[in-house]
């Protein structure tokens, strides 16, 4: 009778124990379940743009459901959808300052929502993008809009000032000693050779016999004189550099004294000397032959 009476008080016992742990555990999947639903995640972006270029915020699903702007509306122009939810949202500013735009975006599966700018010139830039698997997304943005950059003029430049330019650089490639020598023998030769030129023109016009100086005797003459100079020029140079260059070997390896001069060694402007030289002898015996010029008789 005591076994009987105590196996039926057990079921009887375990029902209602049964009963509220089948309540408990149905309110606690409900309440995970509107936990998650619920839950929502928060990101924050800071973006540095120009007045009048495009902030946009796009979406793949239409998940954004509410927009709030904080700033100078009057200077904003955003768009505004006939309805909500929507899949994007565009603002743009002609002044400058700051303004705090949060979005709040749901949907019941996955979504993605990416961040870009579009600049006055149609550029798209891509910024930030995310993903939610499911939920609420509440997005900041920190728009400061700021002045475009000032435009910087390219002045442009005439032939004569490029030239001017390239004729400054291609002189520093020589140095002072040969520019000065360059100068005083071009004023030497070129009053000697006025001189000259004005004495056979005098002769010239003396003698009934001797045919007159013309255009092309002048110019054959004035590249005579060119022609003397550059190649006296190129002498002095090579001479110059020749004899520092010997001075220096003697004395560093038959006397062993380490000496220190005045580097005239120089093979680019020993090179341009020759080169140029050569030049106004080409040009010189072009103009005797193509011109039928013949030497000039000198006393």
Not at 54 to 65: A, M, P
């Amino acid at each position: 009778m005591a076994n009987t009476y105590a196996g039926e008080i057990a079921p009887r016992f375990l029902r209602p124990s049964l009963r509220v742990f089948t309540v408990v555990l149905v309110m606690a999947l409900v309440t995970s379940l509107v936990h998650a639903e619920t839950n929502s995640v928060e990101r924050s972006e800071s973006v540095v743009v120009h007045t009048g270029d495009w902030i946009s915020v796009s979406s793949n699903r239409e998940s954004l459901q509410l927009v709030e702007i904080r700033g100078n509306l009057s200077a904003t122009t955003f768009s505004s959808p006939s309805h909500y939810p929507t899949n994007s949202f565009n603002l743009t500013s002609n002044a400058q300052g700051q303004y705090l735009v949060r979005l709040t975006c749901s949907y019941p599966s996955e979504y993605d929502v990416t961040i870009s700018v579009q600049t006055s010139d149609a550029a798209r830039q891509e910024g930030t993008s995310y993903y939610v698997s499911s939920g609420q997304l509440l997005l900041t943005i920190n728009l400061d809009f700021k002045a475009p950059d000032p435009v910087t003029p390219i002045a442009s430049s005439s032939p004569w000032d490029s030239f001017v330019g390239w004729t400054t650089r291609f002189g520093d490639a020589f140095p002072l000693w040969v520019k000065l020598l360059y100068l005083l023998l071009g004023v030497q030769f070129a009053a000697v050779g006025y001189k000259w030129i004005g004495f056979e023109s005098c002769a010239r016009d003396d003698d009934s016999a001797a045919s007159r100086l013309d255009r092309g005797n002048m110019v054959y003459l004035w590249s005579e004189i060119c022609w003397k100079f550059l190649l006296t020029a190129f002498l002095l140079i090579a001479a110059a550099m020749g004899g520092q260059l010997i001075l220096v070997s003697v004395l560093r390896f038959m006397f062993l004294a380490q000496v220190n001069m005045l580097s005239l060694w120089d093979l680019f402007v020993l090179g341009f000397a020759a080169g140029i030289a050569a030049i106004a002898y080409v040009f010189r015996l072009c103009l005797e032959k193509s011109l039928d010029l013949k030497p000039l008789l000198q006393d």
